[in-house]
């Protein structure tokens, strides 16, 4: 299995992904002594729609470094043009994404910013915050999402200053799934695609309790990965379908 995991690891792939997504996973690894590592998974969405996880890193603590490191490995392996990478905001990966994929937008996953400003505000507050946030990422366009967003803003400022500031600062990042076709919109501003396969994967992990090796981390992922990858193989990601014209006009405008 070693020899099928380094030459998957080595095959080669697709010119154009419309998505990139980037998620990690914690797990307690055995290296003579036992310490939580990151498990680095990059999940790509081609033209067509269909979804792939393109590749995963076991160890190490995460950082923007490694993850500039995996692009850089997808990129020589033929994945040269990206529409868009979606992840969250882990300090210095949009500069990283950048590096590799100038021409890609970035997508700040609403859903973990959103839990992020949540868990800072009174709990009575949760709730109505929760929805007033709603009605900026589910807007129909940018214009009346900047427009939620003011109200927003002049609503909670006074009270949560600094977590309503952080908003302003983001908004670009976080309303870029706007610029997108409509169909796609829900898949996009979020890490969920990827949230499924970081569920199973940490299910899988968990009766191990701690990973007796790199090699075992490697052995699961990899099979977890295999399943998804054949299940997803047949079954385009929703809404992909109607936005393939749209999608392949924003590849050769960037790209051509």
């Given at each position: 299995?070693?020899?099928?995991?380094?030459?998957?690891?080595?095959?080669?792939?697709?010119?154009?992904?419309?998505?990139?997504?980037?998620?990690?996973?914690?797990?307690?690894?055995?290296?003579?002594?036992?310490?939580?590592?990151v498990i680095?998974?990059?999940?790509?969405?081609?033209?067509?729609?269909?979804?792939?996880?393109?590749?995963?890193?076991?160890?190490?603590?995460?950082?923007?470094?490694?993850?500039?490191?995996?692009?850089?490995?997808?990129?020589?392996?033929?994945?040269?043009?990206?529409?868009?990478?979606?992840?969250?905001?882990?300090?210095?990966?949009?500069?990283?994404?950048?590096?590799?994929?100038?021409?890609?937008?970035?997508?700040?996953?609403?859903?973990?910013?959103?839990?992020?400003?949540?868990?800072?505000?009174?709990k009575k507050?949760?709730?109505?915050?929760?929805?007033?946030?709603?009605?900026?990422y589910r807007?129909?366009?940018?214009?009346?999402?900047?427009?939620?967003?003011?109200?927003?803003?002049?609503?909670?400022?006074?009270?949560?200053?600094?977590?309503?500031?952080?908003?302003?600062?983001?908004?670009?990042?976080?309303?870029?799934?706007?610029?997108?076709?409509?169909?796609?919109?829900?898949?996009?501003?979020?890490?969920?695609?990827?949230?499924?396969?970081?569920?199973?994967?940490?299910?899988?992990?968990?009766?191990?309790?701690?990973?007796?090796?790199?090699?075992?981390?490697?052995?699961?992922?990899?099979?977890?990965?295999?399943?998804?990858?054949?299940?997803?193989?047949?079954?385009?990601?929703?809404?992909?379908?109607?936005?393939?014209?749209?999608?392949?006009?924003?590849?050769?405008?960037?790209?051509?």
């Amino acid at each position: 299995m070693k020899e099928d995991i380094e030459k998957w690891h080595a095959r080669p792939l697709h010119q154009r992904y419309s998505v990139l997504y980037l998620d990690g996973l914690y797990v307690k690894l055995r290296r003579d002594t036992v310490e939580k590592e990151v498990i680095y998974v990059v999940l790509g969405v081609n033209e067509e729609g269909y979804r792939e996880i393109l590749d995963f890193f076991v160890g190490g603590q995460e950082s923007a470094y490694v993850w500039q490191e995996i692009l850089q490995q997808l990129y020589q392996r033929g994945v040269k043009e990206v529409l868009l990478g979606v992840f969250d905001g882990l300090p210095g990966l949009e500069e990283a994404f950048k590096a590799v994929y100038p021409k890609a937008d970035v997508q700040r996953c609403v859903v973990h910013k959103v839990r992020n400003t949540l868990s800072r505000v009174r709990k009575k507050d949760q709730f109505e915050m929760a929805e007033d946030l709603k009605l900026i990422y589910r807007s129909p366009n940018k214009e009346i999402a900047l427009e939620m967003f003011q109200q927003f803003q002049s609503k909670w400022s006074h009270k949560y200053p600094r977590e309503v500031q952080s908003w302003a600062n983001e908004l670009d990042v976080l309303l870029t799934f706007m610029d997108y076709p409509s169909s796609i919109r829900s898949v996009i501003y979020t890490t969920n695609a990827i949230e499924r396969t970081i569920k199973e994967i940490r299910k899988r992990l968990k009766p191990m309790n701690s990973l007796s090796s790199l090699e075992a981390a490697e052995k699961v992922v990899y099979l977890t990965v295999q399943d998804f990858n054949e299940k997803w193989a047949e079954r385009k990601l929703r809404g992909f379908a109607e936005a393939q014209e749209a999608l392949e006009r924003m590849f050769e405008e960037r790209y051509h």
